[in-house]
C-alpha cells in the first residue's frame, strides 16, 4: 500500500521504519531541507548545539523501539548524568538533585530536614503508579473513546490520582515549597504548568530517579541523523522542501496531496506535524470542532563560549521567587515573567565534539508565553536580563566568555509554523491528555491517521516514539483484520 507521511519529525520517522518492515511503499514529505523536527542542531561559527530537546529520559523506549526496528545501537552513545542536575533558589540554597537514592536521601535531609521520609515514600509509590500508567495509557490507542473508560481504566485513573494536579499531588508528599518546586518543574519539559498538568505526569520527575537522566554524544539531533541514514539505506523515499498544503478526499477515505503545486495520490495518509494545524489540510475552511491550548513558548539563548562555565554540571536549573506566580504570567496572563525561572544546558562538559578546542557551547531556556504580540525586542530584553543574573549566581565574567550568540524566541515559531507558537504542541491538561487528546486515526476517514507530540500519548522524543509504535500497531492490526475478512469471503 502506498503510503505518505506528512512531515518528517520523529513520529513520522519511525513510523516509516515500522511500515518499512511490513514491505510498504513509503514516501516522506518534509517541507525543510532535513528531518527530525524539533530535533535539529543549531550550527554556526564553528559551535553545534541542539536547538530544542536536550534532556533524555526513559533511554530504554527508545533503545526497545530501535532494536524493534532493527537500527544498530552502536552509534547511539548514551551517557547517564549523576547527580542529574543542581537547582538554584534565590536565597542562595542549592538543591542537588540524584538518581542515586540513598545520595538523594542524603541530599534532601542536608536542605529539608525531616522531608527525606517522604522522598522515600514518594518513590515506592510513584514505582507502582508508573507501571499501572504505562500499561494502562502509553501502551494503547484510544480510538474508541469507550476503550477508555473500562473498569480497569477507571480504577487505575483513581489509583494514579489522575483527577489532581502534580502540584496538587507534590504537596501530598513534601512540605517545603522548594522541594515540592523540585518534584513538579519537569512539567515545564512540555509546556504545561504543575497547577494544570494532571497527575499522571509526575512520573516524569520520577522516572529522572528511576530510569535516570541521560545524554548522547553529539547531541539530540544526532538521533535524528541515525534514523535517516536508515531511511536512506531502506530506500524510503524522502521529498524534500515538500510542502503539503491540502489533502483531498472522498467520502470516508483520503485520495490524494496537493504539494507544490502537484497532485500525488496515496492510499493511507499519516499526518505528523502539530495537530491543530495537520488537521486543516483536510478540513481547512469547516468551523474547528474544539479550540486547543498551545503549550508554553520559549526564549532560548545559544551561546558559544571561550573556555567553559565554572560548572561540574551539564543541566542547572535556577529558579524565580514564585514558580506559581510565573506560571499565572506565562500560563493566564500571557506577560513576560518578572522574575522568571531557567534552564542552563552546557554539555561541551562531557562532549568535546560540540565547539573547536578550548572552546564550548551552552544554552539558556527561559519559559515564556506562546504569543506573538510580544516583541523581539522585548523577548531578547528578557534574556540578556536573564544572563546578567546568570552571571552574578555562577559569579562568572559571561560577557567576556562569550564569542556568538543568537536567541530563538515565539516569534522563530511563529515563521516554522508551530502551533500558537508554543514550543512542546498542544499544552497538557487534563482535557487535551489520554482520551482527551487527539489519537492516531483522529478522523471518520478510514485511511487517514497522525503521530507527534501532540497526538496520544503525548509530547517528548520517547513518548512521540511509543506513540508511533501504537499507530503501527493499529495499522497491522487493521491490515490483519481485513486479511481476515478476505479469507472468509474466498471460503
Not at 335 to 344: G, M
Request: hydrophobic share 35%; aromatic share 10%; net charge neutral.
Amino acid at each position: 500500500m502506498k503510503t505518505a507521511i506528512i512531515g518528517g519529525g520523529i513520529g513520522g520517522m519511525i513510523t516509516a521504519l515500522y511500515l518499512s518492515l511490513e514491505g510498504e511503499e513509503v514516501t516522506i514529505h518534509e517541507r525543510q531541507d532535513r528531518l527530525g523536527g524539533r530535533l535539529a542542531y543549531v550550527n554556526e561559527a564553528g559551535f553545534k548545539i541542539d536547538e530544542g530537546p536536550t534532556i533524555i529520559l526513559l533511554p530504554e523506549i527508545i533503545k526497545g523501539i530501535l532494536k524493534e526496528l532493527s537500527v544498530e545501537l552502536k552509534e547511539l552513545e548514551m551517557v547517564s548524568i549523576d547527580p542529574l542536575y543542581p537547582i538554584h533558589f534565590p536565597d542562595g540554597k542549592v538543591f542537588l538533585k540524584w538518581r542515586d537514592k540513598e545520595r538523594q536521601k542524603e541530599e534532601i535531609n542536608r536542605c529539608f530536614p525531616g522531608e527525606e521520609v517522604a522522598f522515600e515514600r514518594y518513590m515506592n509509590e510513584m514505582e507502582e503508579r508508573f507501571m499501572e500508567g504505562k500499561k494502562a495509557f502509553l501502551d494503547h490507542s484510544f480510538i474508541q473513546k469507550r476503550s477508555f473508560w473500562k473498569k480497569e481504566n477507571v480504577l487505575t485513573l483513581y489509583r494514579l490520582k489522575a483527577y489532581q494536579t502534580v502540584k496538587k499531588q507534590v504537596e501530598s508528599y513534601f512540605q517545603s515549597k522548594c522541594l515540592r518546586e523540585a518534584f513538579s518543574l519537569q512539567t515545564l519539559y512540555i509546556g504545561g504548568s504543575p497547577s494544570t498538568t494532571p497527575a499522571l505526569y509526575s512520573l516524569v520527575p520520577y522516572s529522572e530517579h528511576e530510569h535516570g537522566v541521560w545524554y548522547l554524544k553529539g547531541g539530540y539531533a544526532r538521533l535524528a541523523e541515525i534514523l535517516t541514514k536508515e531511511l536512506e539505506k531502506r530506500n524510503i523515499v524522502i521529498n524534500y522542501n515538500s510542502s503539503v498544503t491540502k489533502v483531498y478526499k472522498e467520502k470516508d477515505r483520503a485520495t490524494a496531496l496537493e504539494c507544490n503545486g502537484k497532485i500525488h495520490p496515496y492510499e493511507r495518509f499519516i499526518l505528523n506535524g502539530d495537530f491543530p494545524l495537520s488537521e486543516k489540510l483536510l478540513y481547512p475552511k469547516e468551523k474547528k470542532s474544539r479550540k486547543y491550548i498551545p503549550s508554553s513558548g520559549t526564549v532560548v539563548i545559544y551561546l558559544g563560549l571561550n573556555g567553559r562555565l565554572n560548572t561540574n554540571h551539564v543541566h542547572q536549573f535556577f529558579m524565580g521567587d514564585d514558580l506559581e506566580g510565573l506560571m499565572k504570567e506565562v500560563f493566564v496572563e500571557k506577560s513576560l515573567p518578572l522574575d522568571p525561572s531557567f534552564y542552563v544546558f552546557h554539555p561541551s562538559l562531557i562532549d568535546e565534539s560540540l565547539a573547536p578546542a578550548g572552546k564550548s557551547v551552552a544554552y539558556v531556556l527561559i519559559p515564556v508565553p506562546s504569543s506573538s504580540t510580544i516583541s523581539q525586542r522585548d523577548y531578547e530584553s528578557l534574556a540578556e536580563k536573564v544572563l546578567v543574573r546568570l552571571t552574578k549566581q555562577l559569579d562568572l565574567d559571561l560577557d567576556k566568555k562569550i564569542i556568538w550568540k543568537k536567541f530563538r524566541t515565539p516569534l522563530d515559531a511563529q515563521q516554522e509554523g508551530l502551533f500558537g507558537v508554543g514550543s512542546f504542541g498542544i499544552a497538557p491538561t487534563l482535557f487535551q491528555s489520554g482520551v482527551f487528546r487527539p489519537q492516531v486515526k483522529p478522523f471518520p476517514l478510514d485511511n487517514v491517521y497522525a503521530v507527534g507530540a501532540s497526538v496520544h500519548p503525548g509530547g517528548g522524543v520517547p513518548i512521540v516514539m511509543q506513540g508511533a509504535k501504537i499507530l503501527a500497531n493499529v495499522i497491522r492490526s487493521e491490515r490483519e483484520g481485513e486479511s481476515e475478512h478476505e479469507q472468509r469471503r474466498s471460503v
